[in-house]
Nanobody, 124 residues
Framework: QVQLVESGGGLVQTGGSLRLSCAAS????????MGWFRQTPGKEREFVAAISWSVGRTYYADSVQGRFTISRDNAKNTVYLRMNNLKPEDTAVYYCAARYGLRYTTLSTNYDYWGQGTQVTVSS
């Protein structure tokens, strides 16, 4: 089992920044990828970014490329999502997820563990 706890969400104005954190515990050594997803009411969960635990290779959705940065601290079993130049359309609940599989994927159904989510609200 892997437990994930997100933090760092909040209210920010357009153009502002936030950093989300995801602290992982349990059998984290068995997971290969960590991802961030987001969801708004009535919509499916949307891929935002992912990172591999081992080599730190990163992947981004087109909508956040150049504005968001995913990183990890292996010693702390923590993954971060730095969000810059935030826009109102970034408003969502952001979820951290862990994946056992060896291949990168943007599909939420291919992730095995999820955090409880943290709200990010960007005011215009």
């Amino acid at each position: 089992q892997v437990q994930l706890v997100e933090s760092g969400g909040g209210l920010v104005q357009t153009g502002g920044s936030l950093r989300l954190s995801c602290a992982a515990s349990g059998r984290t050594f068995s997971t290969n990828f960590m991802g961030w997803f987001r969801q708004t009411p009535g919509k499916e969960r949307e891929f935002v970014a992912a990172i591999s635990w081992s080599v730190g290779r990163t992947y981004y959705a087109d909508s956040v490329q150049g504005r968001f940065t995913i990183s990890r601290d292996n010693a702390k079993n923590t993954v971060y999502l730095r969000m810059n130049n935030l826009k109102p359309e970034d408003t969502a609940v952001y979820y951290c997820a862990a994946r056992y599989g060896l291949r990168y994927t943007t599909l939420s159904t291919n992730y095995d563990y999820w955090g409880q989510g943290t709200q990010v609200t960007v005011s215009s």
